[in-house]
């Protein structure tokens, strides 16, 4: 069943669906084109997955496409990514020209006929260069910006001013030398999605008993994240052992592999070499595959949430799990404290803090009731701020706003 608004009554009160039905009204059949580069893995791919039906049902005639590329682009891209996030770059000709004419070829048999178009993230930004422009373009970039490397930034800066909008996912990663119109979009998840949404408790651990062996023998904590050196598997690897010490439990770190993201099986692979023992006596389970009901369930079985993030653009994991009850103990990096107050539903730390992080763990495993408090409260801030139906609405003024239909 394709999800309509109407789905979300009960969810969210019924003043937010009859405010969308309204703003909705200036926007019937106008035509927005979505492209991002991957149908699949990542908060990107699963934002539009809903986003772009719910427009679709209230009226607006909404597009998604995918840029077609090889794993050499994606190589690249990923370069970009991590220097937008701070890292070096070494952009040689090779990698300036596969990125543009990987853009330059997907323009051309792309037809563009739509009233506005929406590019997410740094993979499609070159092909507002191989238009004609018609119509507004907007750069949604869900990067956490908030210390990029120069050279990245002087590198993009040409295609970005050529964009109408900017968009980013905090105040702070908004950037004072792009002399372009910037907003911020919280992110949001979808309650309604298999990863959200609540089954029968038999339903899932049935599933996860397919992954986990002996499931109730033990809890266990859990971080759900690709295998990505900003997420640091191996901290929470580090956090765990100390946990261990303490409180018998297991480790589960569920990363599925984004088909954008190459440097994820590197990353998988030396876990899985340097952790051979924990992994054989069952305590340490990593598992790589995508799969939606799987990580509800983990979300929803875990005692507690990690999210160990070095940076992090918003965190959809960490609102999934709070929207699961879940209080989450994670870094206070990029998105993560507009989500968590710390000590209210959840723990924020220094990144670094392997010692807090698992003496907060242990509080939480120790105190279940504190736990549950702290989860419900993290439910209703997600209801409250981060929904779908919030970022349908942000969408919405963006659309009327840039289409002078106000
Ligand atoms: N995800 C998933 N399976 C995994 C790992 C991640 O479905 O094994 C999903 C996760 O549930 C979330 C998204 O990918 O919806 C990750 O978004 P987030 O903002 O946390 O991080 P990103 O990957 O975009 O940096």
């Known amino acids: 069943m394709v999800i309509t608004l109407e789905n979300y009554r009960g969810i969210v009160d019924d003043a937010v669906i009859t405010e969308i039905y309204r703003k909705a009204r200036r926007l019937y059949n106008k035509r927005i084109l979505n492209i991002n580069s991957t149908f699949q893995g990542g908060g990107v791919a699963e934002m539009l997955t809903t986003l772009v039906p719910l427009m679709n049902d209230v009226g607006i005639d909404a597009g998604w496409r995918i840029l077609h590329a090889n794993e050499d682009f994606f190589g690249v891209t990923k370069k970009i990514h991590n220097a937008l996030q701070g890292d070096k770059i070494r952009l040689t000709e090779h990698k300036k020209d596969l990125y543009f004419q990987t853009n330059e070829n997907f323009s051309v048999y792309t037809h563009i006929q739509h009233d506005i178009v929406v590019i997410h993230d740094p993979q499609p930004l070159p092909l507002i260069k191989f238009y004609k422009k018609r119509q507004p373009w907007v750069w949604r970039c ?53 990863k959200n949404r609540d089954f029968p408790e038999e339903e899932f651990d049935n599933f996860l008993k397919k992954f986990v062996p002996d499931l109730h023998k033990k809890p266990f904590i859990l971080q759900v994240s690709r295998f990505d050196k900003w997420k640091d598997p191996e901290g929470v690897i580090e956090v765990w052992k100390l946990v261990k010490e303490e409180f018998d439990v297991r480790l589960i770190l569920c990363g599925s592999m984004a088909t954008d993201d190459p440097e994820g099986w590197h990353i998988f692979g030396r876990i899985e070499r340097k952790y051979s023992k924990l992994i054989e006596s069952g305590d340490l389970v990593l598992i790589n595959i995508e799969n939606n009901f799987l990580v509800n369930a983990l979300q929803r079985r875990a005692a507690v949430v990690i999210q160990k993030s070095l940076r992090e653009g918003f965190g959809l994991t960490v609102t999934e799990a709070l929207w699961k009850g879940k209080p989450v103990v994670a870094s206070n990096v990029g998105g993560i404290p507009l989500q968590i107050k710390d ?21 939480l495993l120790r105190n279940p009731e504190m736990a549950e408090v702290m989860g419900k409260r993290g439910k209703e801030l997600v209801r409250e701020k981060f929904l779908i139906t919030r970022l349908l609405s942000n969408y919405m003024d963006l659309f009327t706003e840039l289409l002078g239909c106000g």
């Open 343 to 363: 000590g209210y539903n959840g723990f924020l730390l220094d990144p670094t803090d392997i010692e807090g992080f698992a003496s907060r763990i242990i509080e």
């Open 142 to 194: 869900h990067v956490d910006l908030s210390n990029p490397n120069e050279e990245i930034c002087d590198f993009l800066k040409p295609l970005i001013l050529r964009y109408d909008v900017m968009i980013v996912s905090h105040e702070n990663y908004k950037r004072k030398e792009l002399p372009i119109e910037q907003k911020v979009f919280y992110p949001a998840i979808d309650p309604l999605s298999v």
